[in-house]
């Protein structure tokens, strides 16, 4: 008996998306989810745009859990899986322009407006504690 494509993939990405709903990360599966949590958060909100890549396994998952430990942080915390959830990263990137698609990402937002992004080339070549270090400066600016 074989496997389903779809089966395989769920099953070979679900520890990937386990890594952020652990640490309180919501998963946004479509864009109805997207369109329904993100204009609605009031406050800050990180949306972490999760990947099968080896820099979001290394730097980007890792980097945002360490940053989580900081004692300010974001009001509601989202993920949407690139390459899985397409419906769902499409319209969630609508909320990150001027910037072009890009995962994985980190973007922050404050009463539905994008106040800091991190970019998949400001994830590749900086380590996880970089880019932990990046979101805390950008948590005591903006989640105060």
């Known amino acids: 008996m074989s496997m389903s494509f779809e089966q ?3 099953d070979m990405v679900q520890p990937m998306r386990n890594e952020l709903t652990s640490i309180g990360c919501v998963e946004l599966r479509t864009a109805e989810e997207v369109e329904e949590k993100l204009p609605a958060a009031k406050g800050t909100a990180l949306v972490v745009v999760n ?4 820099c979001a396994a290394g730097q ?3 980097g945002v859990r360490k940053a989580l430990e900081h004692e300010v942080t974001p ?8 390459g899985q959830d397409k419906e769902a990263t499409a319209k969630a990137r609508e909320y990150f322009a001027p910037f072009p698609p890009s995962s994985p990402s980190i973007a922050l937002m404050k009463d539905g407006e994008l ?9 590749e070549d900086r380590s996880a504690e970089d880019i932990a270090a990046d979101l805390r ?5 903006f989640c105060r």
């Open 8 to 10: 395989y993939m769920s």
């Open 51 to 54: 990947s099968v890549c080896g």
């Open 60 to 62: 980007c998952r890792p």
């Open 75 to 82: 009001d509601h915390l989202f993920t949407v899986f690139a």
């Open 115 to 123: 106040v800091h992004f991190i970019e998949r080339h400001s994830v």
């Open 137 to 141: 400066a950008a948590f005591d600016r």
